[in-house]
């Protein structure tokens, strides 16, 4: 059996953070449909999810209106706007606390570690690009390709990086939860790499010259 839209979007404005289970428990649905309604939601920007567990339950993916879920929500519910429509369905307190006014999804911790991420890229990026200019024309092979490993792996990452991190400030974006693992698998290698090259170069600067 099927779930209708106006059904989900109904139920998610008077259960905002809810789960599968929750909604085939009140719905009487099967979980398949549900999946299938989500999905189609998910997939145009109107709903959201994030994953969120307490000490009591473990962590499932919860759905949430999005900014623009509220706007189709408001038309689909007979409301004339979605000021209005908003009145209709009051949330807890807990609820608008997790939800930053204006944004309309949850602020992981993730949205503050970004800005840290970014100006970490654009540091080791610049560093391995002084480094580069340095070893272009180095007899030494070794080096010369361990330079532009890193250099061109920083290039990349910076890319995917922010252009991930902008789409994500959309508020009707849906996070693409696969690229952010790959990010933030590589991003620490790339940084650890150039850091300690560039600390171990450092040290030998640092080092006295041996006696004649």
Known sequence: MSVSDRELLHHLSRMPLVDTAELAMVLGKAHVALHRGLTDLLSGG??????????????????????KGIREAATILGFETPSDYVRAYPVSREWLTFVPPGRGRPLPVWEVLNRFMGAGMIITMAA????????????????????????YGSVAIFIVFYWNW???????????????????????????VDGCRLWRKAGDQESPSAPP
């Open 128 to 151: 391995a690009y002084v480094e580069k200019r340095r070893t272009d024309g180095d007899a030494d092979l070794k080096r010369y390709e361990e330079t532009n490993a890193v250099f």
């Open 166 to 192: 902008l789409s994500n400030l959309d508020p009707d974006n849906v996070p693409d939860g696969q690229l952010w693992i790959v990010i933030d698998t590589m991003m620490p290698i790339v940084m650890g």
């Open 46 to 67: 109107i709903v959201g999810r994030v994953s969120h567990g307490t000490a009591h339950l473990p962590s499932s993916w919860r759905y949430y209106l999005t900014a």
